[in-house]
């Protein structure tokens, strides 16, 4: 036995028949309009279903894969306090390089695409990062925040230092952020909505101040349209500021500058509002003086809801406008404002003796139509007890609604996943629909973002990340790269998982 081992030992150390085993070859993943041996680079490859690619038959669908994660700050805190999510800014560069990103603790980064190295980063006042923008350049970085000077920026992209600031409290007032409730105290902060860059190195920004005075609510908002130096050549109203709140106007623009911008007008205020501003209505806006073209004002849907409330849902197409609710309406317009569809897809029922619905809050429009989501289940607030939990899911619920220009219905879309936030590629062909966390499942398989057919509704592929979605996910100009944001949650044990970052995908 003792000859027979030094015999084997002698085999395997002058490499007799002894074999050292295959190494495994690397996977070949196929990608949307790209390939991806394991651990190499993201190869643009326009592949086809059943196609050979490389001695690989390709699949009937693509793959969504990870590509790099940028960390934020610890956000666990919040979630361990029932806070909701903190939103993440999020912009690509116009030459898909550089992903720009704004968190809610005020820090503003520029990370390199697809290597996800920081290339440079500031902390900005006191506050939250609320939107981020690149010029059409890639040359300018334009930041807006919430705190207590709601502060817009214009940063040169490369350095981030100021180019030019306009202080938007200037108009909203400002309001200090309180010391005993640093979870909440941000949103009471006046803020800017909605940077839009338009041609000429123009740009259009809501800002909007919601907070309490002496136990009074108050509200002060106003839309400017800014020259390239941050000077004011526009705003609505002409006067000042009005008593209510302006979110993420929506903006069609024409080749000789002019166009239009679609604004919902909400209000929380205390008190009658302004007999001058539409309050629970959308009103249409002429570029580039701003000047009201026409309006329409929505009656609260009784007996659920006393007001009417905006969000994402309000955006304006080349030749109509589409308006959301958060009530479960909505609304489709010609371009002049002449009614074309009204939808009730989320209207509140009754079921088990209360009454359940869902709401309009998310939006997008092209040319070739518009896409909305009603989102998850909720009891209208103030029409059962607070405690209460819906008894079933909305017939609507967390479903994708395809609307053409006329308002024909093209198609519906029921998800699994709880949405929140739709985006179509660049080219139109694809919707990226964000994918949060849910109240009447406590699986965590479901999150991150759905790729969908903008033509048909069929899934293509879903990107999927650790901890629920934010709303903003964005497309890179050549619709290949996709960000999205995660936040922590707390599980069904009363454990949080998952982490404040941002995932790009590929």
Request: glycine share 12%; charged share 20%; proline share 9%.
């Amino acid at each position: 036995m003792i000859h027979i081992a030094r015999l084997t030992v002698a085999i395997v150390l002058l490499g007799g028949c002894a074999t050292p085993p295959p190494e495994a070859t690397p996977e070949l993943h196929f990608l949307r309009r790209a390939v991806q041996l394991d651990g190499g680079p993201v190869q643009p490859l326009p592949w086809r279903p059943r196609q050979d690619v490389r001695g690989v038959v390709a699949p009937q669908a693509p793959e969504c894969r990870a590509q790099f994660t940028v960390p934020l700050e610890d956000r666990r805190a919040d979630a361990e306090q029932g806070v909701p999510p903190r939103g993440v800014a999020l912009a690509f560069s116009p030459d898909g390089t550089r992903l720009a990103i704004g968190s809610a603790g005020g820090r503003v980064e520029v990370v390199s695409v697809p290597g996800g190295t920081v290339l440079v980063h500031r902390d900005l006042a006191e506050g939250a990062v609320r939107a981020v923008a690149f010029s059409a350049d890639g040359a300018t970085l334009y930041v807006g925040e919430q705190s207590p000077d709601a502060n817009l920026y214009a940063l040169d992209a490369g350095t981030l230092e100021d180019r030019w600031r306009h202080r938007l409290a200037e108009d909203l007032d400002t309001s200090s952020l309180p010391r005993d409730d640093t979870m909440y105290g941000v949103y009471s902060l006046p803020s800017a909505f909605g940077v839009t860059p338009l041609d000429g190195g123009r740009l259009l920004v809501a800002g909007a101040h919601g907070w309490s005075v002496a136990g009074a609510r108050r509200n002060k908002t106003r839309l400017w349209l800014l020259g390239p130096g941050g000077e004011v050549e526009a705003a609505f109203p002409s006067t000042g500021a009005a008593d209510g709140i302006f979110l993420f106007p929506s903006v069609v623009e024409r080749a000789d500058r002019t166009g239009d911008v679609l604004l919902g007008v909400s209000r929380s205020a205390d008190g009658d509002p302004p007999a001058d501003l539409p309050v629970n209505g959308i009103v249409d806006l002429a570029l580039p003086g701003l000047t009201p073209r026409w309006t329409r004002v929505f009656a609260p849907l009784a007996p659920h809801f006393k007001t009417v409330f905006f969000w994402e849902g309000v955006v304006r197409g080349p030749d109509f406008a589409f308006a959301g609710l958060g009530d479960g309406r909505a609304f489709l317009f010609d371009g002049d404002g002449q009614p074309r569809a009204e939808l009730t897809p989320g209207v509140p029922i009754v079921t088990g003796g209360v009454p359940i619905g869902v709401g309009v809050g998310f939006a997008a429009a092209r040319a070739e139509g518009a896409w909305y989501l009603t989102t998850s289940t909720n009891i209208p607030w103030g029409s059962a007890d607070p405690a209460a939990r819906p008894p079933s899911a909305h017939p609507a619920e967390n479903t994708v609604h395809a609307l053409a220009p006329d308002g024909t219905p093209r198609w519906d879309r029921a998800l699994r996943q709880s949405v929140a936030g739709v985006v179509p590629s660049p080219d139109g062909t694809e919707l990226l629909v964000g994918a949060g966390a849910r109240d009447s499942d406590t699986r965590t398989d479901l999150f991150g973002g759905v790729l969908l057919s903008a033509a048909t509704g069929d899934v293509l592929a879903v990107c999927s990340t650790a901890a629920p979605a934010d709303f903003h996910p964005v497309f890179a100009p050549d619709g290949g790269w996709i960000a999205i944001a995660e936040a922590p949650f707390k599980t069904a044990d009363g454990s949080v998982a998952g982490a404040y970052q941002v995932t790009v995908f590929r």
